[in-house]
């Protein structure tokens, strides 16, 4: 098959690098893909950094909606593009006026990896929705939604959640001690976890107030993200000062290199307000870490509380100071949930074998009659 993603975004978040991820993917499984992305973006530099064909649009504005669509259209033609793979409902009508300008009429696939509850059933998204061939979402949850608050037809809707290289995470347990020194961390303290971009529905700040609550002895919090929201940045710090946290709490910048990060962690925390689906909870989970994250969103379709994970109401910071002085004070029960969470990874969010599931899905709308 020959794919085409069409990432023409500004953003750069779990969304774009897993759709980037999947044309990496296409690569490596003997199809042909294309990258359509703005030129310059955080997008572009690291499709391009997977060695991945790049191509781009002339306008970012979208005034120039239709002469976008016309280029798209000469770019399904120059690749013989036989799937188009949408992350984002707003480029869903750029794909669709692309493929009727093109001769070699794509199928359109929506990757919906964001939870919406907007009802989007006027004549406009009516259209956008009759038009495209199949969607994949992450959970059961995200097919409920797209199809209570869309036109879309069921039986396009597909359920494909994350994977992760499990093997590359419990690895680097081994390496735990060696890990922390790399990253200036105390060897033997109890280091609580939590990553993720910083702003105020991840959260971050109820993870404090509950850090500050359960008062672990020898203990540590490691954020690590990038800095979204500046003003909440500020707010939260100004709270680690008030407290006298300055030596327990410690921010670190984005990286790619979770692996690592994780092994150094005794318990991971994910205090969202919501999560559509949480990858990072996966990838705690193979590093056979006690997770504990908000009842809400997808999270719930990934463990069962108290089974392979422990679930707390959102902004709930005294129900949370609660979990993690149980992962704390009670080692036996911390460490028969990690392995649970470890073996349901295994069986349920195998990388290789989610991929492979999204290509059968794409491959089976692609072969499909209109």
């Known amino acids: 098959m020959n794919y085409c993603y069409l990432i023409n975004l500004d953003g750069f ?9 999947r044309a990496k993917d296409a690569l490596e499984k003997s199809n042909k893909a294309v990258v359509v992305a703005i030129e310059g973006t955080r997008v572009w530099i690291y499709a391009s950094e997977l060695g991945l064909n790049l191509r781009s649009l002339p306008f970012k504005d979208t005034k120039f909606f239709f002469r976008n669509s016309f280029q798209l259209s000469r770019i399904f ?18 794909a669709i006026l692309g493929r009727k300008f093109s001769k070699a009429k794509p199928k359109i696939i929506f990757y919906q990896q964001m939870q919406s509850g907007i009802i ?3 004549p406009y998204h009516n259209w956008i929705y ?60 109890f280091i609580i976890g ?36 500046h003003k909440f940045f500020k707010k939260i710090q100004n709270f680690v000062s008030e407290r006298n946290l300055t030596d327990k709490v410690k921010f670190f910048q984005f990286t790619f290199d979770v692996p690592q990060l994780m092994s150094t962690f005794d318990c991971f925390v994910v205090p969202s307000h919501s ?16 997770v504990i994250a908000t009842n809400s969103g997808g999270i719930p379709e990934i463990f069962d509380n108290n089974k392979d994970g422990i679930l707390f109401e959102p902004k709930n910071s005294n ?13 036996k029960f911390a460490e028969e949930i990690s392995k649970n969470a470890l073996e349901k990874v295994k069986i ?23």
Request: charged share 30%; glycine share 6%.
């Open 13 to 21: 978040g779990g969304l774009e690098i897993q759709t980037i991820l």
């Open 130 to 189: 009759k038009n495209i061939d199949g969607a994949i979402v992450l959970t059961e949850r995200m097919k409920t939604m797209l199809t209570e608050t869309t036109n879309i037809n069921p039986s396009k809707v597909f359920v494909v959640p994350y994977g992760v290289k499990w093997q590359n995470y419990f690895n680097q347990k081994a390496k735990k001690f060696e890990n922390r020194r790399e990253y200036d961390l105390p060897e033997n303290s």
């Open 194 to 229: 939590c990553i993720g971009r910083i702003e105020p529905k991840k959260g971050q700040d109820t993870l404090l107030e509950a850090f500050s609550l359960a008062n672990l002895p020898d203990s540590i919090v490691v954020f690590a993200g990038s800095v979204d929201d």
């Open 319 to 331: 129900e949370l100071a609660n979990c993690l002085k149980k992962v704390f004070h009670d080692s």
């Open 120 to 122: 989007k059933k006027d």
């Open 275 to 290: 999560e559509t689906f949480g990858l990072v909870i996966l990838e705690a989970m193979a590093t056979e870490l006690p």
């Open 77 to 94: 033609d120059d690749e013989k593009t036989e799937i188009c793979i949408v992350p984002k409902s707003n480029l869903l009508g750029l």
């Open 348 to 370: 349920k969010f195998d990388y290789e074998k989610n991929v492979n599931y999204f290509f059968e899905v794409c491959e089976m709308i692609g072969n499909s009659s209109k």
